[in-house]
């Protein structure tokens, strides 16, 4: 274990936030210690993002082999799931990619500890955090990035047996044959997919009305639509009074009228609290609201020195905001010239399940409230030639535009591949391109990617394939 | 073969001229060194030497021609051998055979001819070389640019935040959002107004005439003014410069406004902070005291630049002075020459101009307006007496210089002046 205790920049927490906020400080030449409680690369990579594509893989590819037969292939003989290896193989996913980033972090120089932190009194100008190990680090700055946990209703706790989070539903022993899902944002939705291909009767229960609620509603519809179309029970504007465990399963009853529903178990994925607790913040000028640690665009708290960033310094809850909420704080510590904020809506947002969904900035319903004048365009994947030859030709790429300026104010797409597409939005957003330079760009024929072309080009009365 | 002599770039900056004067007809013979045509650029003319060899076959622009881009084919000229009649049939290229990179290389074009000026480039000094290297090409988002249209604002005096000063959406929203736009529309609301029924006179604003007008219109709308005004006594100086010029050698003989150049340099030496100028994210410190001069001259004026005054004794800024002021009243000033600067000094004094506030000359951060030398009641041990007094007010950007460096720089400066021997060092 390293001896060295005095640094420029202390980063606790080893995930997405984390560990990229280390290893830019250490390229702008800062000496960085690392303190990371359980594993590296966070909840993210060993049991959420990383993980759960792994299974969604699987689940995919035995989608695949069931329609094998619209390809003219025949496959002979039985398709069983063997579920500990699907499980294993997600597990060994994981483990490359934490592996790969201890040595990205040994590679910048960054110390690591692993160890639990919290922050302790000032000397100076410098800031003490101190290792539950026993020791004590030292640097003037000091980034808090640990995250962020299932949330639990007030009366519904998982027991990881019947009733269970992300992470005990991210290695199943075995598959359960129903199951009852509360919550349909992204990881609710992503479970819902996973399980219901693997052959489980599941049942997904949103409290609002309609599923994926944070997305555009027509993408929400859409997808809604899919799976009742699938064969998945899916029930909205259902409030949960309570949720029962007993020896023949869960049994979840609803405020109203609505008739409980019964399963062998229950994921609830009711949303996510910050890892705000034991990390010495009491007596700080540090404050915490709702869960979430307060802190400005560039990451500062109200504590100097003291930053915090990622899921714990509230939603949108999505790794790839930590990493770059990470680089801002570090850049901005180290003085860098350049160094933009977060703009509204700049942070996409990707959903796997099948059918797949992703976004960037805002709904129709977002931008008329906020005062846009919109034309809005769509294209359906059905009149996309690349998505008919794939066999995969249910989506819907959305395009919102400000009527005055050309802006592209939000894009919304659902089907094959398409959070491999969003990019080409967000990238048209950070530029500030206008409708008509993604008109004057050509996109590359056959690909999905023609929908966005087309999806904008009907958002001004010119679609040519629709 | 045939050569197509090019539209040459005189300056870094420069992307259209006007095609003065041909000094050569078609059917001449041209050799390289030959004065062959005068180009009128924002400031100066320029004279245009040949390069190659061979007949003036045709004549491509005429003498007059305004607005000719940078790399246009101007004429052609046959080579040896070759048949002046068929070169000058040949087509001239659509767009430019061999675009100059501007931007780039001033002195050496890639067109074939260079001006005489600038093949004897004045040596610069790193740290002197115009800040806006890029000006002419503004980089502004799709974005930007069609909410500046929209609301009609010029984008060339939006400063950009965005990567490289990229003009960004917000950047134009706020300058939109502040007041000076509104004449900014005005303006253009105006200029389509119907003429006053007076009798008058319609002048095409030539080159020099719109550049003025864009610069100070820039700097009024987006430089913050403030101005400071103090009175400096100058019998000292005076003394000081009677006795010098009696002193010195022939054809040694300093101006008042000569030693207020050296003033004002070892002043911006001592006040580094008065040395700057905005750019956006950064604040450009200047290493030297570039001291532009404005000189009057027909149809407007210039700002020929002594580099790194502080350098330089009496006699030679005197020397440079005159040398530039001469050749900038009959337009012979290379690009160079009145292009950049770090700070710049108007003087009125000899039309007996008592005081007035100058507008910066951007993207400097102060200019130093200078008025007439003359004899005022003082009051000093609490007697009235007669001191030969000279007002100058220092108008700064209060981007970069705030009211007490400014202030600082002006006591600096008034000592210099009042205590002439200091100055001397």
Redesign the interface.
């Known amino acids: 274990m390293a001896s060295e205790t005095s640094f420029d920049l202390i980063v606790v927490g080893g995930g997405p936030g984390g560990y990229v906020a280390a290893i830019r400080g250490a390229q702008l030449g800062m000496k960085v210690a690392l303190v990371e409680r359980e594993h590296l690369g966070g909840i993210c990579l060993n049991w959420g993002c990383i993980p759960t594509k792994a299974l969604l893989r699987a689940a995919e590819l035995k989608h695949s082999i069931d329609e094998m037969k619209d390809f003219g292939i025949t496959v002979s003989g039985e398709v069983t799931i063997d579920l500990p290896a699907v499980v294993k193989r997600s597990r060994n996913v994981a483990g490359r990619l934490s592996a790969g980033v201890k040595h990205l972090l040994k590679k910048n120089k960054v110390t690591v500890f692993d160890d639990l932190a919290s922050l302790g009194g000032k000397k100076g100008d410098l800031r003490e955090v101190k290792l539950a190990g026993g020791s004590s680090l030292m640097a003037k700055h000091v980034i808090l990035a640990t995250g962020a946990r299932a949330r639990a209703l007030p009366g519904l706790e998982a027991d990881g047996e019947k009733i269970l989070t992300y992470r005990e539903a991210m290695v199943p022993k075995t598959m359960p044959k129903s199951l009852i899902i509360i919550g349909s944002g992204a990881i609710g939705s992503e479970f819902a997919s996973f399980y219901h291909d693997m052959g489980v009767d599941v049942t997904l229960v949103e409290a609002m009305d309609r599923i994926l609620p944070v997305e555009d509603a027509e993408i929400s519809d859409f997808v809604q639509k899919a799976f009742v179309k699938r064969g998945m029970n899916v029930v909205t504007g259902a409030r949960l009074a309570g949720l029962k465990a007993d020896k023949n399963g869960v049994t979840a009853t609803f405020e109203g009228g609505l008739a409980p529903i019964v399963a062998d178990r229950a994921i609830l994925a009711v949303g996510i609290t910050g890892n705000t607790e034991n990390l010495g913040l009491e007596g700080t000028a540090v404050k915490v609201d709702r869960g979430h640690i307060v802190n400005d665009k560039w990451g500062a708290t109200g504590e100097p020195g003291v930053y915090a960033i990622g899921d714990v310094a509230g939603p949108p809850w999505l790794a790839h905001k930590a990493s770059h909420e990470g680089i801002i704080c570090v850049e901005k510590i180290a003085g860098q ?2 160094v ?1 904020a977060i703009g509204a809506g700049a942070v996409p947002g990707c959903t796997y399940c099948r059918p797949q969904v992703a976004s960037v900035g805002m709904t129709e319903a977002a931008a008329i409230e906020a005062g846009h004048k919109v034309r809005v365009g769509r294209f359906p994947m059905l009149a996309n030639g690349k998505a008919i030859a794939l066999g995969d030709d249910q989506g819907l790429i959305k395009t919102v535009f400000d009527a ?4 592209l104010l939000g894009a919304h797409m659902v089907g094959p591949e398409v959070t491999e597409l969003i990019q080409g939005y967000a990238i048209a957003r950070t ?4 409708e ?2 993604l008109m004057q760009t050509i996109f590359p024929h056959p690909t999905l990617s023609e929908a966005m072309h087309e999806s904008v080009l009907d958002a001004y009365g010119r679609a040519i394939h629709f | 073969m045939a050569v197509d002599i090019l539209m040459p770039a005189l300056s870094p900056t420069m992307e259209t001229g006007t095609l003065a004067k041909w000094n050569v007809a078609v059917g001449d013979s041209v050799r390289s060194g030959d004065v062959i045509a005068e180009i009128e650029t924002d400031k100066a003319t320029m004279e245009v030497e040949a390069v190659d060899e061979g007949v003036l076959a045709a004549i491509l622009i005429d003498a007059g021609t305004e607005g000719v881009a940078v790399g246009t084919a101007i004429a052609r000229l046959a080579e040896d051998g070759e048949n002046a009649d068929d070169v000058a049939a040949v087509p001239a290229p659509a767009t430019p055979a061999r675009t100059p990179v501007a931007v780039e290389a001033p002195a050496a074009p890639a067109a074939v001819v260079q001006p005489s000026v600038a093949a004897a480039p004045v040596a610069v000094p790193i740290s002197a070389q115009p800040v806006t290297t890029a000006a002419d090409r503004i980089f502004a ?4 640019r ?2 500046a249209r ?1 609301g009609n604002l010029d984008l060339s005096g939006v400063s950009g935040s ?3 000063g990229r003009i ?2 917000r950047d134009v929203e706020d300058a939109l959002s502040r007041p000076a736009t509104s004449t900014a529309s005005a303006q253009i609301t105006m200029s389509h107004a119907p003429a006053s029924p007076g009798a008058s006179t319609l002048v095409p604003n030539n080159q020099m005439r719109k550049v003025i007008a864009s610069r100070l219109q820039e700097s009024k709308q987006t430089a913050p003014h403030f101005y400071l005004t103090v009175d400096c006594e100058i019998d000292n100086l005076l003394a000081a410069r009677k006795t010098m010029n009696e002193t010195a050698p022939d054809g040694v003989k300093l101006s008042v406004n000569d030693l207020v150049i050296r003033a004002a340099a070892m002043a911006l030496i001592k006040v580094p902070n008065a040395n700057a100028s905005w750019e956006g ?2 604040t450009r410190l200047f290493h030297h005291a570039d001291i532009a001069m404005a000189v009057a001259v027909d149809g407007g004026l210039v700002t020929p630049v002594i580099w790194a005054a502080e350098q330089k004794g009496l006699a030679e800024i005197s020397k440079i002075s005159r040398d530039l002021a001469s050749r900038a009243r009959e337009g012979k000033l290379a690009p160079e020459e009145f292009s950049g600067g770090s700070f710049t000094i108007s003087n009125l004094g000899m039309f007996g101009i008592r005081e007035f506030a100058a507008v910066i000359n951007p993207p400097q951060g102060a200019i130093l307006a200078v008025g007439a030398g003359e004899q005022r009641p003082v009051v000093k041990d609490g007697q009235l007496a007669v001191a030969t007094v000279m007002t100058v007010t220092l108008s700064a950007d209060h981007r970069v210089v705030d009211g007490a460096v400014g202030a600082e720089w002006l006591q600096a400066f008034k000592g210099y002046i009042e205590q002439p021997v200091t100055m001397l060092l």
Do not use: V
């Open positions: 010239a350049d933009h005055k300026t050309g802006e530029l500030e391109a206008t008509a330079e | 988002t799709p974005l930007a069609r909410i929209d965005g990567p490289h960004l959406r994210d950064n």
